[in-house]
């Protein structure tokens, strides 16, 4: 299982940004994927997953409405979309997986995902 994001920039609060998490050795038909980020000095944080078996997607209630996850099959890829980004967006995203599905508590919990791809560099500053 790999796992490799990509995406990193710095932009202006209210602009707009798009990560992508490339992946191999597996299938989002039987693994929930995931956005996370790290602030610094701070936890990390669930941004938002796609679950499986159903497919559903989840945001974390700071990105709802800003933030949009997507896939391509075609592309083995997952797509993180951030428009009107704030400063408190600064982080380091990572994409994570995990076999099967999750209950609902626990799908933006990191320690439940055992595969991660290195982290990429998202800055939101004037």
């Known amino acids: 299982v790999q796992l490799q994001a990509f995406g990193r920039g710095l932009v202006q609060p209210g602009g707009f940004l798009r990560l992508s998490c490339a992946f191999s050795?597996?299938?989002?038909?039987?693994?929930?994927i995931g956005w996370f980020r790290q602030a610094p000095g701070k936890e990390r944080e669930g941004v938002s997953v796609i679950s499986r078996p159903d497919g559903r997607i989840r945001y974390a209630d700071s990105v709802k409405g800003r933030f949009t996850i997507s896939r391509d099959r075609t592309k083995d890829t997952v797509y993180l979309q951030m428009n009107d980004l704030e400063p408190e967006d600064t982080a380091i995203y990572y994409c994570?997986?995990?076999?099967?599905?999750?209950?609902?508590?626990?799908?933006?919990?990191?320690?439940?995902?055992?595969?991660w791809g290195q982290g990429t560099q998202v800055t939101v500053s004037s």
């Open positions: 050795g597996f299938t989002l038909d039987y693994n929930t």
């Open positions: 994570a997986t995990r076999q099967g599905r999750l209950v609902l508590s626990e799908q933006l919990t990191g320690r439940h995902y055992p595969h």
